[in-house]
């Protein structure tokens, strides 16, 4: 992975939005005066001469890693903490937030894995009631553990899971009924 200076101009603006929504507007992402959401910060981003990556910002250096690109999905180990998030245009931030509001809204939440790993613990059963932050189970995915949290109140309809499966990234979990 190689970072250049942008030659463009610096009216481009990107967009990072993290799976749970935030919402990062990146100025002329990898010039000498980075804006994020319209403040100035001082990042540099490089790679050392053994072929490491690395951001400094605020006078620390961190260590980062694209693990995975799909069309405008990322996902980014940093400082051994996988991020994942979507970089779009604002045309097409704006676009896909107008068909979501488009779309029918299900009654059901599917709960997927953010990772691939391997099962540790259901936290919650079948049936029970849960409330949206709630953890519903234990992923474990490079040595960590990582609590998946509910995104929705509801009521857990359907656990396709068990204790000890290993899983795909995005591989269906639980169902929850809103």
Same mark, same amino acid.
């Given at each position: 992975?190689?970072?250049?200076?942008?030659? +463009?101009?610096?009216?481009?603006?990107?967009?990072?939005?993290?799976?749970?929504?935030?919402?990062?507007?990146?100025? %002329?992402?990898?010039?000498?005066?980075?804006?994020? %959401?319209?403040?100035?910060?001082?990042?540099? $981003?490089?790679? #050392?001469? #053994? /072929? !490491?990556?690395?951001?400094?910002?605020?006078?620390?250096?961190?260590? =980062?890693?694209?693990?995975?690109?799909?069309? %405008?999905?990322?996902?980014?180990?940093?400082?051994?903490?996988?991020?994942? !998030?979507?970089?779009?245009?604002?045309?097409? !931030?704006?676009?896909?937030?107008?068909?979501?509001?488009?779309?029918?809204?299900?009654? !059901?939440?599917? $709960?997927?894995?953010?990772?691939?790993?391997?099962?540790?613990?259901?936290? =919650?059963?079948?049936? +029970?009631?849960?409330?949206?932050? #709630?953890?519903?189970?234990?992923?474990? &995915?490079?040595?960590?553990?990582?609590?998946?949290?509910?995104?929705?109140?509801?009521?857990?309809?359907?656990?396709? =899971?068990?204790? /000890?499966? %290993?899983?795909?990234?995005?591989? &269906?979990?639980?169902?929850?009924?809103?």
């Amino acid at each position: 992975m190689r970072f250049y200076k942008s030659r +463009s101009k610096p009216e481009n603006e990107y967009i990072a939005v993290s799976p749970d929504e935030h919402k990062f507007v990146i100025n %002329n992402p990898f010039s000498e005066q980075t804006r994020i %959401n319209g403040h100035k910060k001082e990042i540099r $981003i490089y790679e #050392d001469e #053994d /072929g !490491f990556n690395y951001l400094e910002y605020k006078s620390k250096r961190y260590l =980062v890693e694209i693990i995975e690109k799909i069309q %405008n999905k990322y996902t980014v180990l940093l400082n051994g903490v996988s991020y994942s !998030f979507t970089i779009e245009s604002p045309i097409s !931030f704006t676009r896909r937030k107008y068909l979501e509001k488009q779309k029918q809204t299900s009654k !059901f939440e599917i $709960i997927s894995a953010p990772m691939p790993g391997k099962i540790i613990e259901l936290l =919650v059963e079948e049936n +029970s009631r849960i409330r949206e932050g #709630d953890s519903v189970l234990i992923l474990e &995915a490079m040595k960590m553990q990582n609590e998946i949290i509910a995104q929705t109140s509801g009521k857990v309809k359907k656990i396709l =899971v068990k204790a /000890g499966d %290993n899983v795909a990234k995005e591989e &269906a979990l639980m169902e929850i009924e809103k």
